[in-house]
């Protein structure tokens, strides 16, 4: 089992930065891979940015790539996701996920590809 904790969401004006951080416990793989999705009201779940635990390789959604940074620390056991020039269409609740890599050869993306998650953190950004 694996178990993920978000914190950081919050209220911030449009234009302005968060920082989410996903804390990480259980047992954990070299090969997992995290991965932050986002939910806004009426719309679907949709992929944000992934990153491997071990050698840190990235995957981002297109639209994303400018303006979020998914890192990870290593000896806090922890994924963050820094979001900047944020806009109202951001608001959303954000959740990190975790899955093994496998045999793949990019970073999964899908929903269904992810078996733990977290319970989410509110993000809303006013205009």
């Known amino acids: 089992q694996v178990q993920l904790v978000e914190s950081g969401g919050g209220l911030v004006q449009a234009g302005g930065s968060l920082r989410l951080s996903c804390a990480v416990s259980g047992r954990t793989f070299s090969s997992s891979v995290l991965g932050w999705f986002r939910q806004a009201p009426g719309k679907e779940r949709e992929f944000i940015a992934a990153i491997s635990w071990s050698g840190g390789d990235t995957s981002y959604a297109g639209s994303e790539k400018a303006r979020f940074t998914i890192s990870r620390d290593d000896a806090k056991n922890t994924v963050y996701l820094q979001m900047n020039s944020l806009r109202p269409e951001d608001t959303a609740v954000y959740s990190c996920?975790?899955?093994?890599?496998?045999?793949?050869?990019?970073?999964?993306?899908?929903?269904?590809?992810?078996?733990?998650w977290g319970q989410g953190t509110q993000v809303t950004v006013s205009s």
């Open positions: 996920a975790a899955t093994v890599r496998g045999g793949r050869v990019n970073l999964p993306q899908r929903i269904y590809e992810y078996s733990y």
